[in-house]
Structures are given as C-alpha cells and as structure tokens.
C-alpha cells in the first residue's frame, strides 16, 4: 500500500525497520562473532550493574534491540552502554577515532503485559525473520539463546 503524502513518524520507524531487520545495510559490524559477543556481555552487566532490568535483547548484524525497565535515565545508561562498548568494537574490528554506533535511538513505552509479550517476541525472533537462524532459539547473540555445552571433538 502507498502513502500519498509523508509517513507519520511511525510509518517511517516500521520503513526504517524492516531495512535493519534484513541486515544487510549500513556497517555490518556487530555480525563479526567477537563484536556481537562483546556487546552482549556488555548489555548483561548493564542488568548486572542495576541500568536497567533486562528481558530481551539481539544483537544484529546493523542494529540492537533492547527490552528494558531503566532504573537510570535512558540517556545515560545509553550512554555508559554505547560507550563501553564502543571502545572495545572498535578495538576488535581496528578502527580509531570513529563513533562506532549511530548518535540517536528509539524508545516506546510498554503499555501492557500483551504488547510487552509482542515485543519480546518481536526481539527474539528477529534473527529467524532475517534468516540469520532457523529458530530464535538457535541464534548465539540472543536473550533467547538455547546455550548449550560444545559436544564436538575439538572441544574435551
């Protein structure tokens, strides 16, 4: 369906969305294993630190998505969040004296336990919708991931 005149804000969030979502736009940075790694562990010790209660979370290959109750204000637990890991991103894929992530983000106010359940869903099978894993439970870099011990021969 078309618009024929400009998108509301929302309209151009869901646009904007689904480009992110089909990961492979803009730097592809955190798709490198190290990186996502990294960014993971930094988003559970920002949990662990009181930042914020965590719920969900998947690191894309362009993008993040959080699921949080701040028990900071946004803009700094965003700010100790992107900043810590910045550092070190930029450390693992040899970059100096560039922001590793985009200045703005976007924030929406959970009104309900069902919307909550919608998103957290939404969060944790991105990567199935992208194709990254076959199911959401399989994709390392996810509140969803089915961690399991390393049975191949390399790993005794």
């Given at each position: 369906?078309?618009?024929?005149g400009?998108?509301?804000?929302?309209?151009?969030?869901?646009?904007?969305?689904?480009?992110?979502?089909?990961?492979?736009?803009?730097?592809?940075?955190?798709g490198?294993p190290?990186?996502?790694?990294?960014?993971?562990?930094a988003?559970?010790?920002?949990?662990?630190?009181?930042?914020?209660?965590?719920y969900?979370?998947?690191?894309?290959?362009?993008?993040?998505?959080?699921?949080v109750?701040?028990l900071?204000?946004?803009?700094?637990?965003?700010r100790?969040?992107?900043?810590?890991?910045?550092?070190?991103?930029?450390?693992?894929?040899?970059?100096?004296?560039?922001?590793?992530?985009?200045?703005?983000?976007?924030d929406?106010?959970?009104?309900?336990?069902?919307?909550?359940?919608?998103i957290?869903?939404?969060?944790?099978?991105?990567?199935?919708?992208?194709?990254?894993?076959?199911?959401?439970?399989?994709y390392?870099?996810?509140?969803?991931?089915?961690?399991?011990?390393?049975?191949s021969?390399?790993?005794?």
């Amino acid at each position: 369906m078309f618009s024929s005149g400009p998108l509301s804000s929302g309209q151009a969030f869901v646009a904007a969305d689904r480009l992110l979502d089909a990961g492979r736009n803009g730097p592809l940075y955190l798709g490198q294993p190290a990186v996502a790694s990294m960014v993971c562990d930094a988003i559970v010790a920002g949990a662990d630190e009181r930042r914020y209660s965590l719920y969900a979370y998947v690191v894309m290959p362009n993008h993040v998505y959080l699921l949080v109750t701040p028990l900071a204000p946004v803009p700094t637990l965003l700010r100790h969040l992107k900043g810590a890991s910045a550092r070190l991103a930029n450390q693992i894929v040899g970059r100096t004296g560039q922001p590793f992530w985009q200045p703005e983000s976007y924030d929406h106010w959970v009104r309900d336990e069902k919307e909550f359940r919608k998103i957290q869903g939404y969060i944790e099978d991105n990567p199935v919708k992208a194709g990254l894993a076959k199911a959401a439970g399989m994709y390392r870099w996810s509140s969803a991931w089915d961690a399991k011990p390393d049975l191949s021969p390399a790993a005794g």
